[in-house]
Structures are given as C-alpha cells and as structure tokens.
C-alpha cells in the first residue's frame, strides 16, 4: 500500500528507525553519503526524496529534522534523527545526543499533530 507519491505508507515510520543508528555501511563516516549501496537509501536519493546535506555526511535537514528533497523542498511526513543528521548537528553518535534529539523530534511532531486539522471518517454504507 502506498501513499503520495508511490512512497509505501510505513516509510517514515522506517526511517525514524533507521536513522537512529543510520544504514549498516562502512562508507558512513566517509564523505560519500550519496553512493552508500542500502536498498532504502538508493530509493530515497533516486526518487529525489531526499538529498545529501552540503558535507556529504548524511540527509539533508532542516533544523526540525524534516527532511529536504532534491529541489530543496521541506518534507512535511519525513524526519530524521541520528548519524544520517551528521552534516547538520555534526556528531549524533552518542545515546545522549540521540535521546535528545529523538525527545526534540517527538515533541515536534506530537505540535504538529495536534494541530493538524481533524480528518473525517468516510461513513460505510
């Protein structure tokens, strides 16, 4: 099942998981992000979902952790945390720097959530 833009609807729940400790790749510390070879990532780059940030270290984001896609526009459904963030808040390895950063990024959401227009429920005949 997918959503807008042919993404499958579990990819940003995917994503919050994976970049919490980034794909299992030796070229992460390398300033190569773009050619590391996982599956998810050759999607997201190839489908311009997300970019490189300046640096090469990882996803490109804003200060939110939204994720920025190939022409720069600001992802409304897709965040990230954690070692892929590097090129923005540099070092993100360490469980405290994560803990925080994933406790930022909660809050984040849980506003944007609340604010949310309520959606109604299509009334099954």
């Known amino acids: 099942m997918t959503g807008s833009m042919g993404v499958p609807f579990w990819l940003p729940l995917l994503l919050g998981f994976l970049t919490a400790v ?10 190569a992000f773009p050619r590391i070879p996982h599956p998810l990532v050759r999607a997201l ?8 940030d300046p640096l090469r270290l990882g996803f490109d ?3 939110t952790c939204a994720l920025l896609d190939r022409d720069g526009a600001i992802s ?50």
């Open 61 to 63: 984001v804003t200060g």
């Open 22 to 31: 980034g794909p299992a790749s030796p070229d992460m510390c390398l300033p």
């Open 45 to 52: 780059l190839g489908k311009g979902l997300v970019r490189p």
């Open 76 to 125: 409304r459904r897709m965040f990230a945390a954690g070692l892929v963030t590097k090129g923005a808040f540099w070092e993100r390895t360490a469980v405290p720097d994560i803990r925080r950063r994933g406790e930022f990024l909660a809050e984040h959401l849980a506003t944007l959530i609340r604010a949310a227009p309520k959606r109604l429920e299509p009334i099954m005949a």
